[in-house]
């Protein structure tokens, strides 16, 4: 805010407003880093490779990726190893979420973390069958650090224009 033209800049009022947005977006993402990285330790301690998708890779693009604010981190695992994935999370202590099949959702430490083991349903919304197209997603990762996995650049976008 402080490189914003002095005439450009919100009123006091709006200013102690977004300096409160602004501090309460930094806590929630120490929080969800810090649960996200418990989860991602337990489930490679169990050998199952983890891919995160959406929000928590794209606030990447932000100036400040703290204050891309997130409902859900939303991530998958291999359909072969969802069930083993549900039984690390059960073990970590999670409530377990509602449950569609594909995806698993949990509440770890207050942040929803979805897993999915499809990335779309058997049915879309426009009769497309993306679910084929999308059915081999985890062939289409790259390391993202030590625990974690990431779509390639590519196919996420792609991923990202079919599901919005």
Same mark, same amino acid.
């Given at each position: 805010?402080?490189?914003?033209?002095?005439?450009?800049?919100?009123? +006091?009022?709006?200013? !102690?407003? $977004?300096?409160?947005?602004?501090?309460?977006?930094?806590?929630?993402?120490?929080?969800?880093?810090?649960?996200?990285?418990?989860?991602? +330790?337990?489930?490679? @301690?169990?050998?199952?490779?983890?891919?995160?998708? !959406? #929000?928590?890779?794209?606030?990447?693009?932000?100036?400040?990726? %703290?204050?891309? &604010?997130? #409902?859900?981190?939303?991530?998958?695992? +291999?359909?072969?190893?969802?069930?083993?994935?549900?039984?690390?999370?059960?073990? $970590?202590?999670?409530? %377990?979420?509602?449950?569609? @099949?594909?995806?698993?959702? =949990?509440?770890?430490? @207050?942040?929803?973390?979805?897993?999915?083991?499809?990335?779309?349903? &058997?049915?879309?919304?426009?009769?497309?069958? =993306? @679910?084929?197209?999308?059915?081999? +997603?985890?062939?289409?990762?790259?390391?993202?650090?030590?625990?974690? $996995? %990431?779509?390639?650049?590519? =196919?996420?976008?792609?991923?990202? $224009?079919? #599901?919005?």
């Amino acid at each position: 805010m402080k490189r914003i033209p002095h005439v450009q800049q919100p009123d +006091a009022v709006i200013m !102690k407003q $977004l300096k409160k947005k602004y501090m309460n977006n930094l806590a929630m993402s120490q929080v969800r880093d810090a649960a996200m990285n418990s989860i991602f +330790a337990a489930l490679s @301690g169990a050998d199952i490779p983890i891919c995160v998708m !959406k #929000g928590f890779v794209n606030r990447a693009c932000y100036p400040v990726p %703290e204050m891309r &604010e997130m #409902g859900d981190v939303d991530t998958m695992v +291999a359909p072969a190893d969802l069930k083993k994935a549900h039984q690390v999370m059960m073990d $970590l202590g999670c409530a %377990e979420g509602e449950e569609k @099949g594909y995806e698993w959702s =949990y509440i770890y430490n @207050g942040i929803r973390i979805e897993i999915h083991s499809n990335l779309f349903p &058997e049915t879309s919304w426009n009769d497309v069958d =993306y @679910g084929r197209y999308f059915e081999d +997603a985890m062939l289409h990762t790259r390391k993202r650090d030590q625990v974690s $996995l %990431e779509l390639t650049p590519e =196919y996420h976008f792609i991923f990202m $224009l079919v #599901g919005f």
